[in-house]
Structures are given as C-alpha cells and as structure tokens.
C-alpha cells in the first residue's frame, strides 16, 4: 500500500505538478478526508466524454446506438478494475482498516472509482486534453480490439439476433429451479432452440443472470459459427 | 426555416470554420443523412463533462451525490430546449416534412438533441475547449441560479426532508381514483401530513406523477417556510 507516486505516475505517463491531486485522488472514503468521491463524480464525465470521441473517430460508420453500447463495455466497472490492475493501482490505494481487511485493495469498485478520480486529478492538475490522452492511452488497445459487432452485446441478443439471422425461432427460457431467501436466492434456467434440438442450463442469483449464463452456453454449442460466440 | 446560420453563431459567440458541421448538427434524421444523431452522441458526452466540472467548480462543499443532482436538473430534456429556445434554434432547423407538419420545431426534444449536436460540431470544428466554453456560456446563469439545497430535488423528497427537519411523521399517500385504459390512466392521490392536519390532492397519468403533484401542493401549503416550496 501507498508505494512511491513515481511508480504510479510512469505508468500513466503523466507527472502531477501538485502530488496532493493525485494522493486525493488515491484516498478512499474510509480513510478520511479528503478522499476521492467529489473527483469520482468529475472523471466519470471526463472518461465518458474521451471514449465517445474515441469511438466516434474510430467507428465513423457506427450509429449512436452502437456508439452507446460500445462505451458501455469500455467503461462499466469490470473493465475499468482490468486497467487499474494494469497499473497496479491496488498498491497505491489508501483505504481504511475495515476496507483494506476486507479485501478492498481488490475491490472492482474500489478500483473503478479511483482510477475515474484520477483522470480528474489529470484534469484539474493540467487541462481536460492532459486528461483525455491519459484516457486513451489505457483505453486505446481495448477500442482497437473491438469488433463493433458483437461487443458489448449480452448473450441472449447475440442468440436472438443469430437465430434471427438464420429464420430460426427464438430460443425459450424456463426456470428449472429456484432456491434461497429473496437476498441470497439460486436460479437455474433452461434455454432451449427447438429447430436446433438444443438445450442448455445456465445458474446465477438472478433469473436474469441465469438466463445469460444458458445462452452464454447455448453460444457455444451453435453450429459452425465462431463469430457469434466471441466474447 | 434555415435562416442564415450567422445568427446562429452570433447567439452561440461561435463562428465555424467548417459550417457543414454546423449544418449536419442542425439536421434531424428525419430530413435525411448526414445528420445529428451521431453527434448527439458526443455532445451529451461533453455537455455532461462541462457542466461536471462547473460544478465541481462552483460547489465546492458539494458532495458528488448532490453534483450529479445539480447536473441532471441542468442537462435535462426540458432545460436543454429552453436553452435552444434562447438561441432561437427552431428557426435554423432541417426536419423532414412529417416532423415539420407535427410540430417538429417545437418539439422539446429536437430542440435539446440538436443543441448538443451542436455542442460536439464545436468540438469537431475545434476542440473540446471550445466546446465547453460554448456550454459555460449558456449554462453559466443557470448555475449562478441554482440553490443547490433545493434545487432539482423532486416535491416528494423536499416534502419528506421538511417534515424530518421537523420531527414530523411522513406524509401518507393514496390513491382517490384510477381511471382508463393501460396506456392512458388518470390518477388521483391524496397527501396527507396528519399532524399539520393538512391534506391534498394531485393527478397525474401515472401514480408517481399524482403523487409527486400532491406533494408539490402539499409544500405550497406548509405554514411559514418559503424554501421548501422554492422550485
């Protein structure tokens, strides 16, 4: 925890003239004041705006509902966690103890929400380019390996719109099982294709979850097309 | 109709180096391609991220949760096409002939989406700072305007929060009647503050609207205060 700035700063290639942005910027709620939370409100937008104009050049045939989609995957929180590990953010963060005993250096959230702080430290240390380029350098591979037409969709549309391509009916999803108290509930969902005479059983806390998951494997087992299972 | 854009750009204190831009964001898709969506797209991204830093400017003391209430109060739909309606943007729009002969040019939500078409044609034309400073000049009073304890709060929320502040029971809704068909209801609730003794009565086409009406005449009501009633 805490190591020094420098390491930090080289991997997002950016210096802060005033160190005390980016210590705020790495200062959880839990620590104390002042933490990251205000900054996490203004790199939100900053990352939003950067990752539109990104897709917006990158994808000039794209339509805005495709745009919307695409920026969705690139910044939900998953995503932004995968680039803080990148940076080996966890060891810079500063949390409190019942945080950091609970396991919050490796907290998906802990890690989105400072890593948008910190394009707002960027910001407000230099300008909303200083900002935006650090964006597009941890963002610019993952643009660059989209494939527009499948990423960002969950898997009971790619099935949806496969099968629709193909004139075939649409799969039917039935619960097969449901289990637990309303917090802590077990969903197992079949997904069958008729024409296809395929079935497969997906699990998760939620209906929905457990839908995703059956079509997830449903994917899989699709005849001869690879593009349609790509994640 | 598509009067000449100087007056446009004399309203935004923005003159285009490439008006095809300027054109292409004033161009509803109905009147055919190019026109705004894509922008769109960028725009509300760089008007979110203006109006965030604003804010975060202007409300120093503010935590994020109410910034992000501040900033959806000031990019909504209803204040973005009062906003257009400042620039007399109705005059300089291209809508197909179905739009224009129902009332396309009023309509409040071409208004917003081709003001923040416009917003990205700056930044296209020039940068993302240009483009900020053509947001910060239109909203800029809007802000300078806003209470922020008040401001964008729903009626039901500041009703709640007077009645705390008072060590007042809450307000009991219900509903008096519900009337038509699924997609065209009509409701009337009753707000009730038993220990003020007061009661009121909102409609609406939908529970939440008639509550949220009850609310609104509940506050104007309450004795002394002037502020919890403030818009």
């Known amino acids: ?63 805005e509902g495709e745009l919307s989609r695409l920026r969705a995957s690139l910044v939900k929180k998953e995503t932004l966690a995968e680039l803080a590990q990148s ?21 998906p959230s802990i890690l989105a929400d400072t890593l948008e702080a910190i394009f707002a430290a960027v910001c407000l240390d230099a300008d909303f380019v200083a900002a935006s380029r ?20 969950d898997s009971k549309t790619k099935l949806q719109e496969w099968l629709q391509a193909r004139r075939l009916g649409l799969p039917q999803y039935r619960i ?13 969902v079949e997904c069958r294709v008729a024409e296809l005479d395929l079935a497969t059983q997906g699990a998760g806390a939620s209906r929905r979850a457990a ?11 699709l005849p001869t097309t690879k ?4 994640p």
């Open 211 to 221: 839908e995703q998951d059956a079509a997830t494997r449903a994917l899989a087992e």
């Open 134 to 153: 650090t964006v597009e350098r941890l963002i610019a591979p993952k643009i660059a390996a989209l494939d527009p037409e499948t990423h960002g969709k």
């Open 1 to 63: 925890m805490a190591l020094d700035p420098a390491r930090l700063e080289a991997a997002l290639a950016y210096r802060f003239r005033n160190p005390s942005l980016l210590r705020q910027a790495l200062t959880h709620r839990s620590y104390g004041i002042p933490h990251n939370e205000r900054l996490e409100f203004l790199g939100d937008s900053i990352l939003n705006a950067s990752v539109a104009r990104l897709l917006f050049d990158a994808f000039p045939e794209r339509s």
């Open 87 to 107: 940076l080996q953010l966890s060891d810079h963060l500063f949390l409190g103890e019942g945080e950091a005993r609970s396991g919050g250096y490796q907290r």
């Open 176 to 188: 097969l099982s449901q289990q637990g108290e309303a917090h802590d509930q077990h969903f197992v």
């Open 227 to 230: 593009k349609a299972n790509k």
